[in-house]
């Protein structure tokens, strides 16, 4: 079993819609929840991260992390064409587990 | 001023040749990993090493060898290159040693995309 499993898409949304992207994984020891982007041809860059159970915003992203159910969820309000990217959650053991990784496409 | 750098960028090889792959970090991080990213954009870690010490070896052939002569350098070399070795290589570092204390921020390169044909 995977210990992070994300929904690979791709999703394609119109500017300014919401984008919602989701991750489950299987070991309720995490403690620390991640969320990388992806420009194409370049390297992850932290996006945001979440220590436990709850909310956390910054500017237009917002992660949550619902711990009794094992659920990550990032969501990106107003969205921009310069938010297409691939979107990669991670849980922090001692490795760094990836989800799959999303790849969102943001039309204009 | 580049934090993670890699060398080459891109590298086209033949079946069977043996390809070396170079990382360097400027941020003064104590450990550094290599991970592959299939065709999916799955990624995945092979190696990890924390000052010069290997730390963490997933299940890599062993044609792939990496080598750290400083906590600044890590290496990758690869022997007896298949199709199936094709992918994007990245090099990352952080400050966090080998057990997890706090959030474990990975910096990384902007990789090393390896075709073999």
């Known amino acids: 079993q995977k210990e992070v499993e994300q929904d690979p898409g791709p999703l394609s949304v119109p500017e300014g819609a919401i984008v919602s992207l989701n991750c489950t994984y299987s070991?309720?020891?995490?403690?620390?929840f991640m969320w990388y982007r992806q420009y194409s041809r370049k390297g992850p860059e932290l996006l945001m991260y979440t220590y436990s159970s709850g909310n956390k915003e910054d500017g237009r992203f917002t992660a949550q992390v619902d711990k009794s159910s094992k659920y990550i969820s990032l969501f990106i309000r107003d969205s921009q064409p310069s938010d297409s990217a691939t979107y990669l959650c991670?849980?922090?053991?001692?490795?760094?587990?990836f989800g799959a990784g999303t790849t969102v496409t943001v039309r204009a | 001023d580049t934090a993670v750098s890699q060398t080459p960028k891109y590298l086209v090889t033949q079946m069977g040749n043996d390809k070396s792959i170079k990382c360097e970090q400027n941020?003064?991080?104590?450990?550094m990993y290599w991970y592959k990213q299939d065709s999916k954009k799955f990624l995945k870690i092979m190696f990890s090493?924390?000052?010069?010490?290997?730390?963490i070896n997933e299940t890599v052939p062993n044609r792939f060898s990496p080598k750290s002569p400083d906590k600044a350098h890590l290496n990758l070399h690869i022997n007896s290159l298949e199709l199936g070795d094709s992918a994007v290589y990245f090099c990352?570092?952080?400050?966090?040693?080998?057990?997890?204390?706090?959030?474990?921020?990975?910096?990384f390169g902007a990789g090393s995309r390896l075709t073999v044909l």
């Open positions: 991670a849980v922090n053991d001692y490795k760094l587990s």
């Open positions: 070991n309720s020891a995490f403690q620390y």
């Open positions: 990352a570092s952080s400050q966090v040693p080998d057990r997890v204390i706090g959030a474990n921020v990975l910096t």
């Open positions: 941020l003064g991080h104590d450990t």
């Open positions: 090493y924390n000052n010069k010490e290997l730390i």
